[in-house]
């Protein structure tokens, strides 16, 4: 039973309010909480 791997991007951190999501590929890359747009990187290499 193998299970489909959803797209979900990079992980990252919001710049501004600290929440952490996934940019699903998107871009501009817009936190899912507070609705601000990611400059920079945020990406989280782990
Ligand atoms: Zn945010």
Redesign the pocket.
């Known amino acids: 039973m193998t299970k489909p791997v959803p797209p979900v991007g990079t992980k990252r951190i919001?710049s501004?309010?600290a929440?952490k999501f996934y940019d699903l590929d998107k871009r501009p890359v817009v936190?899912p909480?507070?609705a601000?747009e990611q400059t920079g990187s945020t990406a989280i290499v782990s």
């Open positions: 919001c501004a309010c929440a936190c909480k507070c601000a």
